[in-house]
Each structure stands twice: as structure tokens, then as C-alpha cells.
């Protein structure tokens, strides 16, 4: 089975055509980056002019790349930006109805959460632990079998992109931060880390999300402690001109990745897991690949990531978690709108 996954969630224009929920016969993305950098961040309405601008050139190419016949069209219906979701939901349901194929609209996180297994074959682990790391989520999700979700920890703020994002643009390093700070951190050896923050809510069950705590991640604090950092130092500036931006950037990263690692740590000690599954642009980030495969050799339980290009948004991940939730779509989908706070597992 053929399907066409389309994804405007956010700041990709992607489109790709999977075979059978594994194999991936095109993908094509096209990012908006450049637009929103003069922003430090995306801006909706943009972002839902370039989709409409872009998503008919992308679907296009997706599909003559793959060359084959599609038996059905899938689309990303939320969680992300309204004006954007609205510009993907609508193609797709032009296109469902010119191919006369069912409409299956997906939940952009749970797809997330299938990209390791894109271009891969062999059994899908179950039960397992998810962990989605992306710019506007960080989620525990155990799966007692696939495709069925539970959320047993979340961020109780920022999401771990957004902590990046935000700091890179603190200390004037540009947009998106991940992957800036990222390559930057690498460049320093030392050890001499700045003790940031670790981003530990209370014990007990959080009042904000109803879930258990220590399972649970705060950034605010450690942004807060960034931003105190830089202003007791003498500014940016300053720090940049005594070569401080690396061991600060490391220091941050490190303390982001102990949270995540340190939580997953715990979600593994308590949930009988058979693998930990990663998917989200944050999961690109070498240094917190490093720290969850550690945390899954001492739980005993294997890793799975995703390749880097399907990290981050793509068509492919929508397209292929369709093919494993075909049996909730049909004609009724045509009548689908989006969700823009839509959870996982909802
Ligand atoms: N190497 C990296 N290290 C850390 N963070 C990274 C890296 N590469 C990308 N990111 C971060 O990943 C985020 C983008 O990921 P993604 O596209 O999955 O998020 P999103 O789709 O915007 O959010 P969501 O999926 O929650 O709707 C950005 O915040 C970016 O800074
Ligand atoms: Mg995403």
C-alpha cells in the first residue's frame, strides 16, 4: 500500500510517499528557516503563506519521485500552528477526493514517534518507551503495544527545542539554536561544566499536568539561570570576546541532556519496556544520542533513533504511521479540521 503523507505543521512543507508504513520511495522537504530567522522564531502567518506558496511544487515532486499509484492520502490534522495545519489538511483533501482515496489525518507526535522505524524492517518493539524531543514537545509516552500511547511525563514549560532556541538567541548565536549550539558545545574539551540548573520539578504529583513529577522536566529555571549567568558576567559580549560562549553553551546543553537523560532513566526503571524509541529534531543532537544510549545499555534495553533527515518534520512519518492507522479514516475524514493542541495518544 502506497500512501502520500503530507506535513505543514509547523516550518517544513513536506511531502512523501511510503510503502507499507516502512519503506519510504520519496520525501521531500522544503524548510522555511531563512523566513523566520529575521524573527528568532516562526511566525504563523508567514509560515501559512509559504506552505500555500510551496505545497503544491512539494507534493508534486514526492509524487514523481515515487512514480507509483497512491492508494491513499494521510495528513498531519495537529498538534502544531492552525493557519498552517489548515494549508496541509485542505491539499490533502483536495487530493483524497481528485484520486477518490480514503483520508487518514494523523497526530504529527505519534508520527514522530515512528520514524525510527522508517527504511527499517523487522518487528516494531512492544511494549516500549517513546520520547519525543522536538521544538515544541518533550513527552514520555509508554506504548504497551503499537499505537497505543500513554503519556507518563512531560516538560511543565519549555519544550527541549524551545530551551535551545532560546538560549541561542540570549546570547546572540542565531536561529534555529539546537543545532548551533550543538556544533558549538563539541568545540569545548573541558569538563569545568557551569552548574545550571537540571530542570528537576518537586517530587509528588505535578499541579500543572497531573503526572508524576519525577517523571516530569522543567526549563524555565534553567533559562533563568542562563540569562543570570550572562548579566553577572559583564553581557554577551563580553563573554564572547573571552572565548566563554563554548564552555556556556556546553555547560547548558549538558545540564538539558542530564534532564532527559535522568527522567528516561526513571521512566525505564519503572515501566517493563523492550526498547527506548526517540524521534523529534532535538534527537539530532550528538551529545544527548550519547547520554540515552548509555541510559538504555544500563536498562538493558536497545535504542532505536531515527535517520537525521527524518528527525526533524517530514511527510514520510505521517505517511507511514498511516499505513498502521488506516482503519481510522475513510469519508468521514473529509469533514476532518485541525487540531492545533492536539496530545498524543488523543
Ligand atoms: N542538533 C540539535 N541539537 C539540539 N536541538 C536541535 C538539533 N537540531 C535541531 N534541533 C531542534 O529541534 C527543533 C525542531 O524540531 P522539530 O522540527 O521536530 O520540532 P517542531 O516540529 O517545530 O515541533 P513539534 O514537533 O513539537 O511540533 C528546534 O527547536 C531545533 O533547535
Ligand atoms: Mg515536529
Redesign the pocket.
Known sequence: MDILGIET????TAAAVVRDGRKVLSSVVYTQIPLHKPYGG?VPELASRAHIEKIREVVREALDRAGTKIDAVAVTYG??LAPALIVGLNAAKGIAMALDVPLICIN??EA?LHTPFLDTEGEIPEPALGL??????TNWVYMPKYGVYETIGQTLDD????A??KA?KLLGLGY????I???IAKTYEGKDYIPFPKGRPREGVSALCGLEASLCVSFSGLKTALLRYVQQNGGTAKLAEDGEIPRIVASY?EAIVGALADRTATALSRHAAKALVV????S???R?RLALKETCDKAKVPLYTAKPCY???NGAMIAALAYFRRNVSGAEALKADVHPSLEVGE
Open positions: 505543521s509547523c516550518d517544513e516562526v498538534p502544531g504529527h507526535l514522530h519525543v524531543v522536538s521544538g515544541g514537545h519544550a527541549a527545542g524551545e535551545f532556541d541561542a534555529p539554536g539546537g543545532p549550539i550543538d556544533k546543553q524521534g523529534g529534531g532535538v539530532l543532537n550528538g544527548l528527525c526533524g518534520d
